[in-house]
């Protein structure tokens, strides 16, 4: 399985931000790991071709069920694969909070994703009141289960663990929550997909950092990272890039 670094953006950057690509790109030509960039809409055409020959990938933010239509301001995922994308984030915890996606909506996206040939990378993930309860590993189960389509493959999915309370927050769980959890995705995916499931790539996000990657990175089933913040600076996205690689 290869490794998978992953950097949102979120609503950050302009077309001057592609400098910190060309720097990455720059320091690490031959990454040790599979490298994925996610910036805002209004980059990917420029950031897909500023990474062209390279080993970057680049992906989009979120995407519409439909494939076209009377959906202003909305994107599909056809126009992200002919923008050069080849990834979408889906069911971030800002998308559910934010505009109310629900675990359905999230399912339909992700099916939408694979009929233009982009990888869904399906976020999970609790809030800081469903952990207080004792209900991370119910939550996340039942998150899996409404929004991961049943064509899931190690191929075109990647399941992404993110606890709301450590997004932007510089709190991060212990890495016992962290090996507890992934060993609960990975368990329940294999109830699923059967084998299927063991290729399935499971991401770490919430607060990823330069500090702490190398021993996230050391959790078993942890197999990269869905990086905010550190992702927006080459040096930063680099040291993970490198922790994940070593």
Not at 13 to 35: D, I, M
Request: glycine share 10%; net charge negative; hydrophobic share 50%.
């Amino acid at each position: 399985m290869r490794k998978l670094a992953a950097g949102n953006w979120k609503m950050n950057g302009t077309a001057a931000a592609l400098a910190e690509v060309k720097a990455l790109l720059a320091a690490h030509p031959a990454p040790g790991c599979e490298v994925l960039l996610c910036p805002p809409a209004t980059l990917i055409a420029q950031m897909a071709w500023t990474a062209k020959g390279s080993a970057l990938k680049v992906g989009g933010q979120d995407c519409h069920p439909k494939a076209a239509g009377a959906h202003t301001g909305d994107i599909s995922a056809a126009m992200l694969a002919d923008a050069g994308a080849s990834h979408v984030i889906l069911g971030h915890s800002e998308r559910r909070a934010d505009h109310g996606e629900a675990d359905a909506l999230v399912a339909a996206k992700a099916q939408a994703a694979w009929g233009a040939g982009l990888v869904a990378v399906i976020c999970v993930g609790e809030t800081e009141a469903q952990r207080d309860a004792g209900k991370t590993l119910d939550v996340v189960r039942a998150q899996l289960a409404g929004s991961v389509p049943e064509e899931a493959s190690a191929e075109n999915c990647v399941i992404a663990y993110e606890p709301v309370w450590a997004i932007g927050t510089g709190r991060t769980p212990t890495l016992g929550e962290i090996a507890e959890v992934h060993a609960a995705i990975r368990a329940t995916l294999t109830r699923r997909f059967g084998a299927e499931a063991a290729g399935m790539r499971l991401l770490y996000g919430g607060s990823v950092k330069p500090s702490n990657a190398a021993e996230i990175f050391a959790v078993a089933h942890v197999d990269g990272a869905l990086v905010g913040g550190a992702s927006l600076k080459a040096v930063d996205f680099g040291a993970i890039i490198a922790a994940l690689s070593a």
